[in-house]
C-alpha cells in the first residue's frame, strides 16, 4: 500500500536552472499538495504533460528524493525514516535508471538479488522465469551494451523484478519501446497484478492507461487534480474518452490559474 | 559488510572481464614505462658510443718542436686529426670555425714558451701561457678538450716540472689519505630516498585517477548508480565497496609501474648501474611493513579524495577538471621531499598528509625512520582518508548531489 500524505517538493534552483528555466524565482515547486492512496492488486497510473511533477513524486516513493511537506508511506514504513525497509520492497524504474551496461543482463539480475538478499536458488529460478517470459535468455549472457533497445529495457524490467518486489513503480514503462515491446510489457504488469502486487506507474500515453490502470490520478502542474477510476473520471468531465478528459481538466486548471 | 563485498567483487569483475581493460591498465603503461627507458637507455649509449669513436679535429699553433715526440708517445693522436699550424690565424677565423664545429679544439701556445719555460729561475719571472679555444655547447670538442688535457698537458706539465726540481716529492708536505666508513645500504638508499616517495606518490595517485572518476561520477552519468542507491543496502556500504576496489585496482597498478621501472632502470642506466649498484639496496621486514602500511593507507586516501571530487562532479569531464589541481598538488607535496634528503624535519611536518607521507618513505630508505615519524605520518593521513570517506558517504545521502535535485 502507497500512502502520499500533502505530498510538496520544492528544488532549489542554481544559477544555471534558472537561465535554462528563464526565471528569476530561486525555487520551483515541483509538486504541491498531492495526496492520493495505491492498494495491493491495482494499478494506479499517474498521468500529465511533461514537467507535471509525476517523475518527482515516483522518486519520493521510491526514497530517491525527500519530501519538503508532507509524507510517504509504503506498506506502513515512513519514505524517509525507514527509507531501507521501504527499498526492501519496491521496484523502481525509470528510462533515466539503466542497467550497467558492461556487464551481462544475467550477471546483473544476480548481482541486484544479492543486494537484496535473495538466495542464490531463489534467485536463479526467478532468472529463468522472467527471462524466459521476456525471451531474453538467449541474450543473458551479452553485455548490456550489445542488447537491442527493447531487449535493454527488458532486461532492466526483469533485473528490477529480482527480488520479488510487493510494489512495482514504473515511470514511463513503455516509452521508447516498439509496439510488441510495449505488449509484453504491459501484459506482465497485469500479471503482477494478478499476482497481487501494487503497480504504480507514470505515463503520458492516454489509450494506455485506459487498457491498463485501475484508478487514475492527472496531475497538472504539480497538483493533483482529479483521481478515481476511468468511469468515474469520464463522469466528472463529462467526456468520451480519458484524452478528452485530460484536455477538459487542463483547460479548466490554466482558466482558473489564469 | 556484505553489500560492500558484493559492490567490491562487482567493480573488481569490471575490469578483470575485460581484456581491452586490462591491457589499457595494466600492460600497456607498463610496456610504455620500459619501452620509453629502454629507449633514453639507447639513444644515451649511441650519443656517448659517437663521441667516443670521432676523431677530434684539432689545431695546434705555435707549438714548441721540444714536445713533438711526448705528444706522439701520449696516445692522443690515434683517435685525432691533428694539423699543426705554422703561422697564425687570427681570432675571427678560428672562433667561427669552432663555433661552425668545423674543428673541436685549437690549442695556442704563445712564442717562446719553451724557452720561457727553460728559463725561469725564480719567484716573479715569466709562466707562459697555452690557451685552449673550445666551444662547450658542442659534445664533440669538449671532448677534445678534455682529452688534450689529461693526455697531453697535465703529463706534460709534470714533466716540465721534474726538470726543473728534479724531484717532485720536494712539493708535497703530507699525503692525505681517504679511509671511506659507509653503511651501503644508507648510502645507496640515499638514491631511492631521492627517487622514490616521488614516485611511489606520483604513481598511486595516477592508478587512482583513471579508476576513481569511471566509477563514480560514469556511473551517475550513464543512469546506474540511482539503481545501485535503490537497492536496501546502505549508502556507507557502496561507497566502501567502491573504494576498497578501488585501493586494489590502484595498487595494482602502482606495482606494474613499479616493476616496469625497476625492469627500466637499469635498461637506461646501462653500464653505470653495474658500476655504482645504486639500485641494490637490502630492506629489514620492519621497514618493507612500514612501507607497506604508509602506501595502503595512502591509496586509500588517493582514492578517497578521486571519489569526493567525482562524487560532486556531474559529468567525466568535470571530474577530470576537478582532479587535475589536485593531481598538481600531489605531484607538488612529492617532489618537495626530492632534494631535501639528510634535513632533519620536525616532528609535524610528518602529520601534513602526503607530504608527511613521501617523508616517511625518505626515512624508510635511509633506514631513519622512527616509530614517531611512523605514527604521526600514518595516523594522519589515515584520519584524513577516514574523514574523507564520510564525506562521500554523506554526499551519497544528498539529492541534490547524486541527482541534481
Given at each position: 500500500?502507497?500512502?502520499?500524505?500533502?505530498?510538496?517538493?520544492?528544488?532549489?534552483?542554481?544559477?544555471?536552472?534558472?537561465?535554462?528555466?528563464?526565471?528569476?524565482?530561486?525555487?520551483k515547486?515541483?509538486?504541491?499538495?498531492?495526496?492520493?492512496?495505491?492498494?495491493?492488486?491495482?494499478i494506479?497510473?499517474?498521468?500529465?504533460?511533461?514537467?507535471?511533477?509525476?517523475?518527482?513524486?515516483?522518486?519520493?516513493?521510491?526514497?530517491?528524493?525527500?519530501?519538503?511537506?508532507?509524507?510517504?508511506?509504503?506498506?506502513?514504513?515512513?519514505t524517509v525514516?525507514?527509507?531501507?525497509?521501504?527499498?526492501?520492497?519496491?521496484?523502481?524504474?525509470t528510462?533515466?535508471?539503466?542497467?550497467?551496461?558492461?556487464?551481462?543482463?544475467?550477471?546483473?539480475?544476480?548481482?541486484?538479488?544479492?543486494?537484496?538478499?535473495?538466495?542464490?536458488?531463489?534467485?536463479t529460478?526467478?532468472?529463468?522465469?522472467?527471462?524466459?517470459y521476456?525471451?531474453?535468455?538467449?541474450?543473458?549472457?551479452?553485455?548490456?551494451?550489445?542488447l537491442?533497445?527493447?531487449?535493454?529495457?527488458?532486461?532492466?524490467?526483469?533485473?528490477?523484478?529480482?527480488?520479488?518486489?510487493?510494489?512495482?513503480?514504473?515511470?514511463?514503462?513503455?516509452?521508447?519501446?516498439?509496439?510488441?515491446?510495449?505488449?509484453?510489457?504491459?501484459e506482465?504488469?497485469?500479471?503482477?497484478?494478478?499476482?497481487?502486487?501494487?503497480?504504480?506507474?507514470?505515463?503520458?500515453?492516454?489509450?494506455?492507461?485506459?487498457?491498463?490502470?485501475?484508478?487514475?490520478?492527472?496531475?497538472?502542474?504539480?497538483r493533483?487534480?482529479?483521481?478515481?477510476?476511468?468511469s468515474?473520471?469520464?463522469?466528472?468531465?463529462?467526456t468520451?474518452?480519458?484524452?478528452?478528459a485530460?484536455?477538459?481538466?487542463?483547460?479548466?486548471?490554466?482558466?482558473?490559474?489564469? | 559488510?556484505?553489500?560492500a563485498?558484493?559492490?567490491?567483487?562487482?567493480?573488481?569483475?569490471?575490469?578483470f572481464?575485460?581484456?581491452?581493460?586490462?591491457?589499457?591498465l595494466?600492460?600497456?603503461?607498463g610496456?610504455?614505462?620500459?619501452?620509453?627507458?629502454?629507449?633514453i637507455?639507447?639513444?644515451?649509449?649511441?650519443?656517448?658510443d659517437?663521441?667516443k669513436?670521432h676523431?677530434?679535429?684539432?689545431?695546434i699553433?705555435?707549438?714548441p718542436?721540444?714536445?713533438?715526440?711526448?705528444v706522439?708517445?701520449?696516445?692522443?693522436?690515434?683517435?685525432?686529426?691533428?694539423?699543426?699550424?705554422?703561422?697564425?690565424?687570427?681570432?675571427?677565423?678560428?672562433?667561427?670555425?669552432?663555433l661552425?664545429?668545423?674543428?673541436?679544439?685549437?690549442?695556442?701556445?704563445?712564442?717562446?714558451?719553451?724557452?720561457?719555460?727553460?728559463?725561469?729561475?725564480?719567484?716573479?719571472?715569466?709562466?707562459?701561457k697555452?690557451?685552449?679555444?673550445?666551444?662547450?655547447?658542442?659534445?664533440?670538442?669538449?671532448?677534445?678538450?678534455?682529452?688534450?688535457?689529461?693526455m697531453?698537458?697535465?703529463?706534460?706539465?709534470?714533466?716540465?716540472l721534474?726538470?726543473?726540481?728534479?724531484?717532485?716529492?720536494?712539493?708535497?708536505?703530507?699525503?692525505?689519505?681517504?679511509?671511506?666508513?659507509?653503511?651501503e645500504?644508507?648510502?645507496?638508499?640515499?638514491f631511492?630516498?631521492?627517487?622514490?616517495?616521488?614516485?611511489?606518490?606520483?604513481?598511486?595517485?595516477?592508478?587512482?585517477?583513471?579508476?576513481?572518476?569511471?566509477?563514480i561520477?560514469?556511473?551517475?552519468?550513464?543512469?546506474?548508480?540511482?539503481k545501485?542507491?535503490?537497492?536496501?543496502?546502505?549508502?556507507?556500504?557502496?561507497v566502501?565497496?567502491?573504494l576498497?576496489?578501488?585501493?586494489?585496482?590502484?595498487?595494482?597498478?602502482?606495482v606494474?609501474?613499479a616493476?616496469?621501472?625497476?625492469?627500466?632502470?637499469?635498461?637506461?642506466?646501462?653500464?653505470?648501474?653495474?658500476?655504482?649498484?645504486?639500485?641494490?639496496?637490502?630492506?629489514?621486514v620492519?621497514?618493507?611493513l612500514?612501507?607497506?602500511?604508509?602506501?595502503?593507507?595512502?591509496?586509500?586516501?588517493?582514492?578517497?579524495?578521486?571519489?569526493?571530487?567525482?562524487?560532486?562532479?556531474?559529468?567525466?569531464?568535470?571530474?577530470?577538471?576537478?582532479?587535475?589541481?589536485?593531481?598538481?598538488i600531489?605531484?607538488?607535496?612529492?617532489m618537495?621531499?626530492?632534494?631535501?634528503?639528510?634535513?632533519?624535519?620536525?616532528?609535524y611536518?610528518?602529520?601534513?598528509?602526503?607530504?608527511?607521507?613521501?617523508?616517511?618513505?625518505?626515512?624508510?630508505?635511509?633506514?631513519?625512520?622512527?616509530?614517531?615519524?611512523?605514527?604521526?605520518?600514518?595516523?594522519?593521513?589515515?584520519?584524513?582518508?577516514?574523514?574523507?570517506?564520510?564525506?562521500?558517504?554523506k554526499?551519497?545521502?544528498?539529492?541534490?548531489?547524486?541527482?541534481?535535485?
Amino acid at each position: 500500500m502507497i500512502e502520499i500524505n500533502h505530498l510538496t517538493k520544492i528544488y532549489k534552483l542554481t544559477k544555471r536552472q534558472m537561465r535554462q528555466l528563464k526565471t528569476k524565482e530561486t525555487l520551483k515547486c515541483a509538486t504541491d499538495n498531492v495526496s492520493l492512496t495505491a492498494k495491493p492488486g491495482e494499478i494506479y497510473g499517474l498521468l500529465g504533460p511533461n514537467g507535471a511533477g509525476k517523475t518527482t513524486i515516483l522518486r519520493c516513493v521510491a526514497t530517491l528524493l525527500k519530501p519538503t511537506k508532507g509524507s510517504i508511506k509504503v506498506n506502513g514504513f515512513d519514505t524517509v525514516m525507514q527509507s531501507k525497509k521501504v527499498r526492501e520492497c519496491i521496484s523502481f524504474l525509470t528510462n533515466e535508471i539503466k542497467l550497467d551496461p558492461q556487464f551481462s543482463a544475467k550477471y546483473m539480475f544476480h548481482f541486484f538479488a544479492n543486494l537484496h538478499g535473495v538466495s542464490e536458488r531463489e534467485c536463479t529460478e526467478r532468472r529463468e522465469k522472467l527471462f524466459n517470459y521476456f525471451g531474453i535468455t538467449p541474450f543473458q549472457d551479452k553485455k548490456i551494451e550489445e542488447l537491442s533497445t527493447g531487449m535493454k529495457q527488458k532486461a532492466a524490467i526483469a533485473v528490477s523484478l529480482a527480488h520479488d518486489p510487493k510494489i512495482v513503480i514504473f515511470d514511463e514503462p513503455t516509452s521508447g519501446l516498439d509496439i510488441v515491446t510495449a505488449r509484453s510489457v504491459t501484459e506482465y504488469l497485469k500479471e503482477l497484478k494478478k499476482e497481487g502486487k501494487l503497480i504504480i506507474i507514470s505515463t503520458h500515453i492516454m489509450s494506455e492507461a485506459e487498457k491498463l490502470c485501475d484508478r487514475i490520478g492527472i496531475i497538472i502542474e504539480g497538483r493533483k487534480v482529479i483521481e478515481g477510476t476511468l468511469s468515474e473520471i469520464l463522469k466528472e468531465t463529462k467526456t468520451n474518452d480519458l484524452e478528452d478528459a485530460f484536455f477538459e481538466l487542463y483547460q479548466t486548471y490554466n482558466k482558473e490559474e489564469a | 559488510m556484505n553489500g560492500a563485498k558484493i559492490i567490491f567483487k562487482k567493480e573488481l569483475r569490471r575490469i578483470f572481464q575485460d581484456k581491452k581493460m586490462i591491457f589499457s591498465l595494466f600492460i600497456l603503461p607498463g610496456i610504455i614505462i620500459i619501452g620509453m627507458y629502454s629507449l633514453i637507455g639507447v639513444m644515451i649509449h649511441q650519443m656517448v658510443d659517437d663521441i667516443k669513436k670521432h676523431e677530434s679535429i684539432v689545431y695546434i699553433q705555435n707549438m714548441p718542436k721540444e714536445y713533438e715526440s711526448f705528444v706522439k708517445a701520449s696516445g692522443f693522436l690515434e683517435n685525432a686529426k691533428v694539423t699543426f699550424l705554422t703561422k697564425e690565424i687570427s681570432a675571427k677565423d678560428y672562433e667561427e670555425m669552432i663555433l661552425e664545429e668545423s674543428i673541436d679544439l685549437l690549442v695556442s701556445f704563445e712564442d717562446s714558451f719553451h724557452n720561457t719555460i727553460a728559463s725561469y729561475e725564480k719567484s716573479g719571472d715569466t709562466i707562459p701561457k697555452v690557451t685552449l679555444y673550445y666551444n662547450t655547447a658542442a659534445k664533440y670538442s669538449q671532448e677534445a678538450e678534455s682529452k688534450f688535457r689529461s693526455m697531453i698537458l697535465e703529463p706534460l706539465q709534470q714533466q716540465l716540472l721534474t726538470n726543473r726540481l728534479g724531484n717532485l716529492e720536494i712539493l708535497q708536505v703530507f699525503q692525505i689519505a681517504d679511509k671511506v666508513i659507509v653503511d651501503e645500504d644508507k648510502q645507496n638508499g640515499q638514491f631511492l630516498a631521492m627517487l622514490l616517495p616521488y614516485m611511489i606518490t606520483f604513481m598511486l595517485f595516477v592508478g587512482a585517477m583513471s579508476l576513481g572518476v569511471d566509477a563514480i561520477t560514469g556511473e551517475k552519468e550513464r543512469g546506474t548508480m540511482a539503481k545501485l542507491l535503490l537497492t536496501p543496502i546502505k549508502r556507507s556500504e557502496i561507497v566502501l565497496g567502491k573504494l576498497s576496489s578501488l585501493a586494489v585496482l590502484s595498487s595494482i597498478s602502482a606495482v606494474v609501474y613499479a616493476i616496469s621501472m625497476i625492469i627500466a632502470m637499469p635498461m637506461m642506466a646501462g653500464d653505470i648501474s653495474s658500476e655504482g649498484g645504486a639500485l641494490s639496496v637490502r630492506f629489514e621486514v620492519t621497514q618493507i611493513l612500514a612501507l607497506l602500511i604508509i602506501m595502503i593507507i595512502m591509496v586509500y586516501l588517493y582514492v578517497g579524495l578521486v571519489a569526493l571530487v567525482s562524487t560532486f562532479a556531474k559529468t567525466a569531464k568535470e571530474a577530470s577538471s576537478y582532479i587535475s589541481p589536485l593531481y598538481i598538488i600531489i605531484i607538488v607535496a612529492g617532489m618537495l621531499t626530492m632534494y631535501q634528503g639528510g634535513l632533519e624535519k620536525p616532528l609535524y611536518q610528518y602529520a601534513i598528509p602526503v607530504y608527511g607521507n613521501s617523508l616517511a618513505i625518505q626515512n624508510i630508505m635511509t633506514n631513519e625512520l622512527t616509530l614517531a615519524q611512523f605514527c604521526i605520518s600514518s595516523f594522519s593521513t589515515l584520519v584524513l582518508a577516514i574523514l574523507v570517506t564520510i564525506a562521500i558517504a554523506k554526499a551519497f545521502n544528498s539529492e541534490k548531489i547524486m541527482f541534481n535535485a
